[in-house]
């Protein structure tokens, strides 16, 4: 079964440092696009980065630029969100999504909160 | 703030056809970048609903289709049914931001 599964959400104070994790399994990982998305409480779907399936390409949003950094490991079939400098704004749902022609696979989700 | 605009909301009755628009402009679904739509009911992660900007992903009810035109794109739902009430959102790529974009997302009541 193709499956995204992401972890690593907790409550944080605000400045703090986190690093969100996405497990896949079901396909080749090495070979896919894969995304954060993240959704604040009752507000809509927000892209914050993609990293291509070698690294070689990667784009984060403006809101994030300078305080997220995306990276995987495919020999872990991993996917990583480095988020520092958080912010009350940051608090979101995130979800790893798998893509890049339309997103095809998504995980459950984890939530952030800074407060 | 999203530059991609959907309505807020839209309603129909059961069997009705229903369209969601999504507005873009010239560094998005005007730049020739295909348009996505996704599904997402409350409490659960978004479902690829087209791709492409009018292709079904296998298991996608044919009532689902998508088109685009110029700096817009729609997805209609034909024949409304009552589990077709969620919220959806277009998405796209934006050259002038560098990375992907998705709509304010559109509500769909069932009467």
Known sequence: ?115 | QSVLTQPPSVSGAPGQRLTISCTGSSSNIGAHYDVHWYQQFPGTAPKLLIYGNNNRPSGVPGRFSGSKSDTSASLAITGLQAEDEAIYYCQSYDNSLSGYVFGTGTKVTVL
Request: charged share 15%; aromatic share 10%.
């Open chain 1, 1 to 115: 079964e193709v499956q995204l599964v992401e972890s690593g959400g907790v409550l944080m104070h605000p400045g703090g440092s986190l690093r969100l994790s996405c497990v896949a399994s079901g396909f080749t990982f090495s070979g896919k696009t894969l995304n954060w998305v993240r959704q604040a409480p009752g507000k809509g779907l927000e892209w914050v980065s993609s990293i291509s399936g070698s690294s070689t390409t990667i784009y984060i949003a403006d809101s994030v630029r300078g305080r997220f950094t995306v990276s995987r490991d495919n020999g872990k079939n991993s996917l990583y969100l480095q988020m520092n400098s958080l912010r009350v704004e940051d608090s979101a749902v995130y979800y790893c999504a798998r893509g890049d022609y339309g997103m095809d696979v998504w995980g459950q989700g984890t939530t952030v909160t800074v407060s």
